[in-house]
T-cell receptor, first 112, second 115 residues
Framework: GQQLNQSPQSMFIQEGEDVSMNCTSS?????WLWYKQDPGEGPVLLIA?????ELTSNGRLTAQFGITRKDSFLNISASIPSDVGIYFC????????????FGQGTELSVKP | ETGVTQSPTHLIKTRGQQVTLRCSSQ?????VSWYQQALGQGPQFIFQ???????GRGNFPPRFSGLQFPNYSSELNVNALELDDSALYLC??????????????FGQGTRLTVV
């Protein structure tokens, strides 16, 4: 079945530093989504990508849909304490309807 | 515009019991998906409902079942609860457009503990 490998599993950074995380897939996706989840809460959508090669920004966040359609990355610039949380990538294959396949998550810790 | 809401937020059940979790979809969304998230893992797709019909199912046994109502709200039912069913259950709603492009928005989840 489809699998997503998300890395790194965790990151400990200093406030103000930039962050990069990525996901790779064993198969092609039509859509890539990036979510952030705080403890005890549901995932919150950050960025959605619909085209191979697409580069999209949302404030300090930038994400790209890989050309091969098998990977995506998320960058966070100038991190702040409220960026702390778990970031998930998710891929969607139109042939499987609305089903999202999630990565294992990247836990981000930001030291003030 | 109201977001996705789930109830209850927390629940403790005994092994072998049955449980019903509820979800109200975001205004204008006609599709609801349910996910199970074990501690330290990403969400796993259980199934999806579109226009009151099951429209895709993940690798979960038949004791996981669901319903969608005419107002697009949904229920997840789990029979014969097992200890491994302890998890955060997430509901996501979406409004599929052309080519199944869709952005799924999640509720806050129901934390189920089976003892």
């Amino acid at each position: 079945g489809q699998q997503l490998n998300q890395s790194p599993q965790s990151m400990f950074i200093q406030e103000g530093e930039d962050v990069s995380m990525n996901c790779t897939s064993s198969s092609i996706f039509n859509t890539w989504l990036w979510y952030k989840q705080d403890p005890g809460e549901g995932p919150v959508l950050l960025i959605a990508l619909y085209k191979a090669g697409e580069l999209t920004s949302n404030g300090r966040l930038t994400a790209q849909f890989g050309i091969t359609r098998k990977d995506s990355f998320l960058n966070i610039s100038a991190s702040i304490p409220s960026d702390v949380g778990i970031y998930f990538c998710a891929g969607q294959d139109y042939n499987q309807g609305g089903k999202l396949i999630f990565g294992q998550g990247t836990e981000l810790s930001v030291k003030p | 515009e109201t977001g996705v809401t789930q109830s209850p937020t927390h629940l403790i059940k005994t092994r072998g019991q049955q449980v019903t979790l509820r979800c109200s979809s975001q205004s204008g969304h006609n599709t609801v998906s349910w996910y199970q998230q074990a501690l330290g893992q990403g969400p796993q797709f259980i199934f999806q409902y579109y226009r009151e019909e099951e429209n895709g199912r993940g690798n979960f046994p038949p004791r996981f079942s669901g319903l969608q109502f005419p107002n697009y709200s949904s229920e997840l039912n789990v029979n014969a609860l097992e200890l491994d069913d302890s998890a955060l259950y997430l509901c996501a709603s979406s409004a599929p457009g052309q080519g199944s492009n869709t952005e799924a928005f999640f509720g806050q989840g129901t934390r189920l503990t089976v003892v």
